[in-house]
């Protein structure tokens, strides 16, 4: 889901983000540093690309938004947050172990059907699955409104980020 989040911003700035680098596809920028990246590693191994990045372009921890699906959010329901723990997400806890910090601004898009979460095994399947075509309309409505917090993110922060669009 963060993906295309990514590609949603990437379309509204006329920006591509196809270039490999820090084992991450990333583009457009001001003097050269990424505005978007997708890290092309293993999802709980996303921390190795994103601290490369970081150390690359001289970035700080509170200069990046971590964006990724959320099971325990219902359908639709986004969440920005300054800091935290992972809170079971493999890819963020990565991200967090690898920056050694939780002082991380993260955007959660909920990703939990209406009919509850599948628990163990069934966990995997659900969250690489496709949505069920009635709630494809609810999904793509998340992914604009996730882009849009990301714009307020950059340009106002992220206390007007949260309440905006937080509840």
């Known amino acids: 889901m963060g993906f295309r989040v990514v590609e949603e911003l990437a379309r509204r700035w006329g920006i591509s983000a ?20 997708r890290p092309q590693t293993y999802m709980n191994r996303s921390g190795y690309a994103a601290r490369c990045l970081l150390e690359r372009y001289g970035l700080d921890p509170s200069e990046i938004l971590v964006v990724y699906d959320e099971i325990n959010l219902p359908l639709g329901r986004l969440r920005v947050r ?36 599948p628990a163990g095994e069934g966990l995997p399947d659900f969250v690489l699955g496709p949505f069920a075509a009635d709630e494809q309309e609810k999904v793509d409505e998340m992914i604009r409104r996730a882009a849009d917090a990301c714009e307020v993110w950059v340009g106002e922060g992220v206390e007007v980020a949260m309440n905006r669009f937080n509840g």
């Open 18 to 37: 196809d270039h490999l680098e820090c084992n991450s596809l990333i583009g457009g920028g001001l003097d050269g540093r990424p505005w978007l990246a």
């Open 82 to 117: 300054r800091s935290g723990s992972p809170a079971g997400h493999r890819g963020l806890e990565s991200i967090l172990e690898n920056l050694r910090t939780d002082q991380i601004p993260r955007l959660r898009l909920g990703i939990a059907p209406e009919t509850g979460t």
